[in-house]
């Protein structure tokens, strides 16, 4: 006997065996996933309760909408759940108006202080005119009254000053 078959005695059956063996146990196979069956679905419609059967199902809405607040605020009250039918018109969320209301409140002043710049710019170039008409300042100094009248307010842009101030 040789020295490498007293080594592995059995090595040559084993071998043939693995190798029988192999093909039928899908190693080498091609291994493409069979396609699952396709499932069964059914509609849920409403009926008279007259016979039951119970499934284990999914349900999906068929439409969704997402509503956003056009306010900043925290949400003090949702008035519904998800999945509660609404209508036209229902409340929805309450949001707290108190950061509404500051904002509202500083454009206020805004618009208040910007109403009591433009009197105090108007009146002082009537009386710039008036000055002008009895030769009181020159002409040069009334031009430049009237440039200082249209000139915009800090913060605002050409055309919104022409407006506030009634250019042309």
């Not at 409340?91 to 202080?113: E, K, N």
């Not at 109403?115 to 020159?138: D, G, V």
Request: hydrophobic content about 45%; some cysteine; proline content about 7%.
């Amino acid at each position: 006997m040789s020295p490498s078959a007293q080594r592995f005695p059995l090595s040559l059956p084993v071998l043939a065996l693995v190798m029988a063996v192999l093909p039928l146990s899908g190693w080498c196979a091609d291994n493409t996933p069979t396609p699952a069956p396709p499932l069964a679905s059914y509609t849920a419609q409403a009926g008279t309760g007259a016979a039951s059967v119970a499934f284990d199902a999914s349900v999906e809405a068929i439409r969704q909408t997402v509503i956003a607040a056009q306010v900043p605020g925290e949400v003090v009250e949702l008035a519904v759940k998800a999945g509660d039918r609404v209508k036209a018109g229902q409340t929805l969320v309450r949001i707290d108006a108190r950061a509404a209301q500051q904002s509202a409140a500083a454009s206020a002043a805004q618009v208040q202080a910007a109403r009591a710049q433009l009197e105090l710019a108007t009146r002082e170039f009537e009386r710039q005119k008036q000055l002008a008409a009895r030769s009181f300042i020159s002409q040069a100094a009334l031009e430049r009254a009237e440039a200082e009248f249209h000139q915009p307010a800090p913060g605002m842009g050409e055309d919104n000053a022409c407006r506030r101030y009634r250019c042309n």
